[in-house]
């Protein structure tokens, strides 16, 4: 297994105990990181981006539109809730406003669809 797609499965792992016991900032930023993180790893895998080129995420994501929204590989809806969740994750890890339970839920919704799609594209 891809070294990296563990890292994902660890961040989607966190996120779901952390949403059962309050922690909706820490939800969020997890549910985040498996999705950014799945990202890299498609765009090394799949797009055949080096990896030291997708360690910002502004990058990682012109990137994964670039190469995956804009070419219809992934659908357009999928790719405006990574950012949503980008920016939430922004707000989770940086802001004094917190995450509410129903962001949280958002976001880890969106990794479960995100994750899903990446999962098909790596393990094909």
């Known amino acids: ?13 966190a996120a779901h105990p952390s949403f059962d016991n309050g922690l909706y ?5 997890r549910a985040y990181y498996a999705m950014f993180t799945a990202a890299r790893v498609l765009l090394s895998d799949v797009a055949g981006v080096e990896l030291e080129q997708t360690r910002r995420h502004t990058t990682v994501m012109r990137y ?34 917190t995450i509410s339970r ?15 799609f990446a999962e098909k594209l790596v393990f094909k």
């Open 64 to 97: 994964f539109s670039s190469h995956f929204v804009r070419h219809g590989l992934c659908d357009r809806e999928l790719g405006r809730a990574f950012m949503r969740a980008s920016r939430l994750r922004g707000t989770a890890d940086y802001d004094a406003q």
């Open 25 to 29: 900032n820490m939800a969020a930023s």
């Open 102 to 116: 129903d962001q949280a839920a958002a976001v880890i919704g969106t990794m479960l669809d995100f994750v899903a």
């Open 1 to 13: 297994m891809n070294d990296l797609w563990a890292k994902v499965i660890e961040n989607a792992g």
